[in-house]
């Protein structure tokens, strides 16, 4: 790890308006002040703790930080491998801002990024302030710092060309399993099927090497997602099986997501009863899904049951549909989908000129706010309502371009 103690020095002498004359004064000449600052010296514990003190800082030193830096690789390796990581946390946050004026500067700001970026408490405004924070120490990163650091940056741009540069800057300091995943995500929610196809192959292949279980299931799970919005039902299929067996006596949510995109593609292509075998297996084990989990079910079903003629199982599920849209944050545009979706149960839909409203409307918003996946979803109705008002142009336009 190298030594950012000179570029903390020099950030909080220029915030205090010191000069390196002031600053130094009494403690070492000016020339080796400025290497301090530099990195070019790794000082002794006694002129950093004599500099910051000039500073009116307090300063955590080496025997204060002990062996700290382990609770820091154990957080960011727990990272890499999805490992729980509340034990360690609290063990960092016992000392927490301290940190912020010691060697482990770095780390605990890293550490501060990516506790902002949590899916629990997302603080993506708070996150970038954090980076902004860490540019200053840049030149003296380590290649693992470098790492994260990117990783960061590609987690909280939101120009898709800039997460591929960042991940690609990251890709450079280090090759594993962690980053083949977030490519496939980024790739994923914009459509870019076959450039995550390869991932796939290659997190496999480091799940592997790594001893990653997470990471072989995943490669997996993404191959599901990936021959899904394809459409490719004999691919979709197969690793939907390898799936099965790799995780037999796991709860459903381990499962959840290949089960969904089995389901939901074969209602897309129309085959309802073979759909219906897929979703229903996920209302086994409900109480391990999130609310948003549960209206993906039940308003998948209720379109089934509609399809398939069966108003009454189609209305009871929507009815349960509602409720959890109704908790959701976005629950105006959800309850709009249900509204939608009621409107199937009559069977002259199509010349409701309401649902066509609806579901363009539906249409407009995912295109706007979902992941590529949910829009191929919410196109088959799209296209459906097109060709019933002859808007064939438009119809067979969106058509060609699911199908590339």
Same mark, same amino acid.
Request: charged content about 25%; hydrophobic content about 40%; glycine content about 2%.
């Given at each position: ?65 002990? @062996? ?100 690609? %800057? ?72 390898? %799936? ?106 199509? @010349? ?16 706007? @706010? ?35």
């Amino acid at each position: 790890m190298k030594n950012n103690i000179g570029n903390l020095i020099k950030q909080n002498r220029l915030l205090q308006n010191f000069s390196q004359e002031t600053l130094c004064k009494d403690i070492c000449v000016v020339s080796y002040l400025s290497k301090i600052e530099n990195g070019l010296v790794s000082p002794n514990e006694e002129i950093i703790q004599l500099l910051f003190k000039q500073l009116n800082i307090d300063y955590l030193n080496k025997e204060e930080i002990g @062996n700290d830096i382990k609770l820091f690789e154990q957080y960011f390796d727990n990272l890499i491998f999805f490992t729980d990581n509340s034990k360690i946390i609290e063990s960092i946050n016992i000392k927490g801002e301290l940190y912020r004026n010691s060697s482990l500067c770095v780390w605990y700001e890293l550490f501060l990024v990516y506790e902002k970026t949590e899916e629990i408490s997302v603080d993506f405004d708070g996150a970038k302030k954090q980076l902004n924070q860490l540019d200053k120490y840049h030149h003296n990163f380590d290649q693992m710092q470098k790492f994260f650091f990117y990783l960061a940056k590609a987690s909280i741009s939101e120009d898709f060309d800039e997460q591929i540069e960042s991940l690609n %800057n990251a890709l450079v300091c280090f090759d594993c399993s962690y980053i083949s995943i977030i490519f496939i995500e980024k790739y994923m929610f914009v459509g870019k099927v076959q450039q995550a196809l390869l991932y796939c192959a290659k997190l496999l292949n480091q799940g592997i090497k790594e001893g990653n279980f997470y990471a072989i299931y995943t490669s997996s799970l993404w191959e599901v997602s990936c021959y899904s919005q394809l459409q490719n039902i004999e691919l979709m299929l197969k690793a939907h099986n390898k %799936n099965v067996n790799l995780c037999r006596n796991h709860h459903m949510d381990t499962l959840w997501v290949s089960y969904y995109n089995c389901g939901a593609t074969l209602l897309e292509l129309k085959m309802y009863d073979k759909a219906l075998d897929y979703i229903i297996c996920l209302k086994k084990d409900e109480s391990v899904l999130s609310d948003y989990e549960k209206y993906s079910i039940y308003h998948k079903l209720s379109i089934i049951y509609y399809k398939l003629n069966d108003t009454i199982q189609g209305d009871n599920h929507l009815i349960i549909a509602r409720q959890y849209a109704a908790l959701l944050d976005n629950n105006e545009i959800n309850l709009k989908f249900c509204d939608m979706i009621a409107m199937l149960s009559n069977k002259s839909y199509l @010349n409701n000129n309401d649902y066509h409203s609806l579901v363009e409307e539906i249409y407009i918003y995912t295109k706007k @706010n979902h992941s590529y996946g949910f829009l191929q979803f919410i196109e088959t109705f799209y296209i459906e309502s097109l060709i019933s008002k002859r808007r064939y142009k438009e119809a067979l336009f969106l058509s060609n371009s699911k199908n590339v």
